[in-house]
């Protein structure tokens, strides 16, 4: 089946610093990436919609200069969380999908971000 | 817009109880329906999809029904086990090829055994 990863699977890092999260399709290539937030005990809060070699697409509210995303291949797209604060911390989980009708969504493993 | 409401949880049952978590949902034209699954820690897994009126979605034991008459897509499964403790999603992909999907707020279900 459809296999995704991210990369770390956690981060702690310090009030001010940036962090890079990577997800990569192992064994298909994904035309759309997505990238939720998800608090803790609630639903997942879409961020943005990634589309290889073009600017993401961020949802209301969703600070584009603080949430950094480049999908460079259609395996590979980061999340760049830049002068992360403790407000930032959440479970990040990102998706991929290879389109057409009905497209089905392949999660990755998600990344637990802590910001001291 | 589009909207997926569904039961709140948490839902406790006893080993081998019938489950049902409730789902309803909002949206124009012709929807296509989930249920994913997510395990502590873990990321979502499909459960099963449903892409039109009346299909039955089904796998692991669980099913679920398309209703567009009541706008509904219910999960069910004769007999619970304790792995099957987990958070569930209802989620739906509208009409139109964003890809985007909208989810319920998640029911969590604990089987004890």
């Known amino acids: 089946g459809a296999v995704v990863s991210q990369h770390p699977s956690w981060v702690i890092c310090k009030s001010g610093t940036s962090v890079k999260i990577e997800c990569r399709s192992l064994?298909?290539?994904?035309?759309?990436m997505f990238w939720y937030r998800q608090f803790p005990k609630q639903s997942l809060m879409l961020m943005a919609t990634?589309?290889?070699?073009?600017?993401?697409?961020?949802e209301q509210g969703v600070e584009k200069d603080k949430f950094l995303i480049n999908h460079a291949s259609l395996t590979l797209s980061t999340l760049t969380v830049t002068s992360a604060h403790p407000e930032d911390s959440s479970f990040y989980i990102c998706s991929a999908t290879t389109g057409g009708f009905a497209p089905e969504q392949y999660f990755g493993p998600g990344t637990r971000l802590t910001v001291t | 817009g589009n909207s997926v409401t569904q039961m709140e949880g948490p839902v406790t049952l006893s080993e081998e109880a019938f489950l049902t978590i409730n789902c309803t949902y909002t949206a124009t034209g012709y929807p296509s329906l989930f249920w994913y699954v997510q395990y502590p820690g873990e990321g979502l897994q499909l459960l099963l999809k449903?892409?039109?009126?009346?299909d039955k979605g089904s796998n692991k034991g669980f099913e679920a029904t398309y209703r567009k008459e009541t706008t509904s897509f219910h999960l069910e499964k004769g007999s619970v086990q304790v792995s099957d403790s987990a958070v569930y999603f209802c989620?739906?992909?509208?009409?139109?090829?964003?890809?985007?999907?909208?989810f319920g707020q998640g029911t969590t279900l604990q089987v004890k055994p």
């Open positions: 989620a739906l992909h509208g009409s139109g090829n964003t890809g985007k999907l909208i």
């Open positions: 064994d298909f290539q994904a035309t759309t």
């Open positions: 449903a892409t039109k009126a009346d």
């Open positions: 990634s589309n290889e070699g073009s600017k993401a697409t961020y």
